[in-house]
C-alpha cells in the first residue's frame, strides 16, 4: 500500500537539515571542533592549513595507505613530500600516467609521519592546472592542498594533476612555518 503524505517546504527544509547534519556531504571539513580521527582510530590535533587549502589528512574518510617506499633519483621530492617518478615526466609520454585528452594524470604524494606540507600552484595564470587529492572532494581539482601524514608512518595519498596540456607548472610547497620552496615540474614538456 502506497501512502502519501503532503509536506510543505518548511517541513522538507528541516528534512534536508537533519540529512546532512547527520550524513555531511563529503565536502565538509571533518575536524569541526579542532580534532580529526588518524587513520588508527586515535583523536589528533588538526594541523594548521593555508587559506583556501584543501585539508588531506590522514583519516578513513581518505584515500592513504602505509607506505614503506623510499624515493629514487627520479622521485621529486621537497621536504617531507615526494612524488615517485615525477622528473622523469618531463619526457615520458603522457598516455603512460593518465588521460592525455582530460589532463588528469595519476600518481600518489608521498609525506613522511607525522609531517604537515601545502603545495600550491605558484603561477596565478595557470587557472586551468589543479591538484586533484582529496576523496572527500571527490578529486576535483583544486589549486592548494595541505598533506597531514598519518602520525605513525609515512603515508601515500591516491590523488594527480590536472595539467590540461603538455607546459611547465610552478609549485610552492612549504611545512612547519618556514618560507614556500619553489619548483618548477615538467609535465610532458621537456626541460624546463
Same mark, same amino acid.
Given at each position: ?16 537539515? @537533519? ?9 565538509? $571539513? ?19 592549513? =593555508? ?16 607506505? %614503506?617506499?623510499?624515493? %629514487?633519483?627520479?622521485? @621529486? ?26 589532463? $588528469? ?14 603545495? =600550491? ?62 619548483? %618548477? ?8
Amino acid at each position: 500500500m502506497l501512502v502519501r503524505a503532503k509536506m510543505h517546504w518548511p517541513g522538507l527544509v528541516i528534512v534536508a537539515l @537533519l540529512l546532512v547534519s547527520c550524513t555531511g556531504d563529503g565536502r565538509t $571539513d571533518p575536524n569541526t571542533d579542532g580534532r580529526s580521527q588518524s587513520g588508527d582510530g586515535t583523536s589528533a590535533q588538526s594541523p594548521e592549513k =593555508s587559506p583556501g587549502s584543501r585539508l588531506v589528512a590522514c583519516v578513513d574518510e581518505e584515500a592513504h595507505v602505509k607506505s %614503506t617506499d623510499v624515493p %629514487t633519483d627520479n622521485a @621529486l621530492t621537497v621536504g617531507a613530500i615526494s612524488w615517485p617518478d615525477l622528473k622523469s615526466w618531463a619526457t615520458a609520454d603522457p598516455k603512460d600516467y593518465g588521460n592525455g585528452e582530460s589532463g $588528469d594524470y595519476k600518481i600518489g604524494a608521498l609525506v613522511k609521519a607525522g609531517a604537515v606540507v601545502t603545495v =600550491s600552484v605558484a603561477d596565478s595564470n595557470a587557472n586551468d592546472v589543479g591538484l586533484k587529492y582529496g576523496q572527500r572532494w571527490n578529486y576535483e581539482p583544486t589549486r592548494s592542498v595541505t598533506f597531514q601524514g598519518c602520525k605513525d608512518y609515512d603515508t601515500a595519498y591516491i590523488g594527480g594533476f590536472h595539467i590540461p596540456d603538455q607546459k611547465c607548472v610552478p609549485f610552492d610547497i612549504s611545512e612547519g612555518g618556514k618560507p614556500p620552496v619553489r619548483v %618548477t615540474v615538467s609535465f610532458f614538456a621537456g626541460p624546463c
